[in-house]
């Protein structure tokens, strides 16, 4: 599947689950909430959703997604009276964030983006973080809450970061610390940011990141990066896959190779024939990652040409037969799971 993390999606897993006539009412306003570009009377829709919400989810959302399309510059006054006037803490803070990154932010927004920075939810914390930072980067902001918002809004946490740190070297400097925070998330978000940013440095961060990294969702975001920035980080991927593939860092290298589509390929085939036995079990894996990254709708995203790829990877069926047919138990397992994957792709 695609891994690029699309905000609302988020909220809508990262929120307390309410009733189900909440959640319906949340799926009803998703497709609008979740456009890349909305005319001005459907941006004044989602404001009119933001401003009469009650369920908390559909206000995050909605908030959410007023930061990435600002109203007009008419809409302040309505924004100006949630911050001042509403009973909804979420409301306000979001109004506020909103203010800010319409480029309206004033200092009278700090208490309430303060408050916010003070809050129990991480991610809105992040956006009030970010949101600080923009009006008044010299206050105590967590850097780390700057990072995280770069999985839910990327432009926004750019600009807070470029406030924060002045300089090409600080602000790597300060992705890389929060590469290594406890909190999955942070790392996550980390992870996604050197993924866009192409460097020798960037690469080996991620590198890094790969070999001790656990959690599926950190995984994939490195792996992401690992992709994107094959010109530094093929060869070390490469040698990674004869590590035991059981191990952390083999997992994460075999999905990078399965998000570099067609140009993993000749890999995937050296590897599925190589004398080191994790080596063709982890080879087996990532061709099952590139057939599932190729068949989703946005493939696009990590291929140039679909086709020609799919055409590529159809020729590892022969191998990864021989190996269903000869392997060991973890090799017969592998390697069919990816035969059903290509299977499906060419349904």
């Given at each position: 599947m695609k891994i690029k993390l699309y905000a609302l999606v988020l909220f809508v897993s990262l929120l307390p689950t309410g009733s189900a006539l909440a959640q319906q009412e949340l799926s009803q306003v998703l497709p609008l909430l979740q456009k890349y570009a909305r005319?001005?009377?459907?941006?004044?829709?989602?404001?009119q959703v933001f401003r009469t919400a009650r369920n908390p989810d559909v206000i995050f959302a909605a908030g959410a997604s007023l930061v990435k399309i600002p109203p007009a510059k008419t809409q302040e006054p309505a924004l100006w009276n949630l911050v001042l006037r509403s009973e909804n803490v979420l409301k306000q803070t979001f109004a506020a964030v909103i203010l800010t990154a319409m480029g309206s932010g004033h200092n009278e927004l700090l208490p309430v983006l303060q408050a916010g920075m003070a809050g129990q939810d991480p991610v809105l914390r992040a956006y009030a973080a970010s949101a600080t930072a923009l009006i008044e980067p010299q206050a105590s902001i967590l850097t780390d809450d700057v990072v995280r918002l770069y999985i839910f809004?990327?432009?926004?946490?750019?600009r807070a970061l470029d406030k924060l740190t002045h300089t090409p070297q600080a602000l790597f400097t300060t992705v890389k610390k929060a590469a290594g925070s406890s909190d999955k998330q942070v790392r996550a978000a980390a992870a996604t940011w050197l993924a866009k940013h192409h460097s020798s440095q960037t690469a080996q961060q991620l590198?890094?990141?790969?070999k001790k990294e656990k959690e599926p969702e950190v995984q994939a975001a490195i792996a992401n990066g690992l992709a994107a920035q094959r010109e530094y980080t093929l060869?070390?991927?490469?040698?990674?896959?004869?590590?035991?593939?059981?191990?952390?860092?083999?997992?994460?290298?075999?999905?990078a190779l399965g998000f570099m589509t067609g140009n993993g390929v000749t890999t995937v085939r050296q590897h599925l024939a190589h004398k080191n036995v994790h080596a063709r079990i982890n080879a087996a894996r990532a061709a099952a990652y590139m057939a599932s990254v190729l068949s989703n709708p946005e493939a696009f995203a990590y291929s140039s040409d679909r086709v020609f790829d799919i055409h590529l990877l159809k020729g590892l069926i022969?191998?990864?037969?021989?190996?269903?047919?000869?392997?060991?138990?973890a090799e017969k397992t592998y390697a069919t799971n990816a035969l059903r994957q290509i299977e499906k792709l060419m349904e």
């Open positions: 005319t001005t009377e459907e941006t004044q829709q989602v404001l809004d990327g432009p926004l946490a750019e590198l890094k990141m790969a060869e070390t991927v490469e040698k990674a896959l004869q590590r035991k593939y059981t191990s952390p860092y083999a997992t994460t290298c075999a999905l022969p191998a990864l037969t021989t190996l269903e047919q000869t392997g060991s138990g």
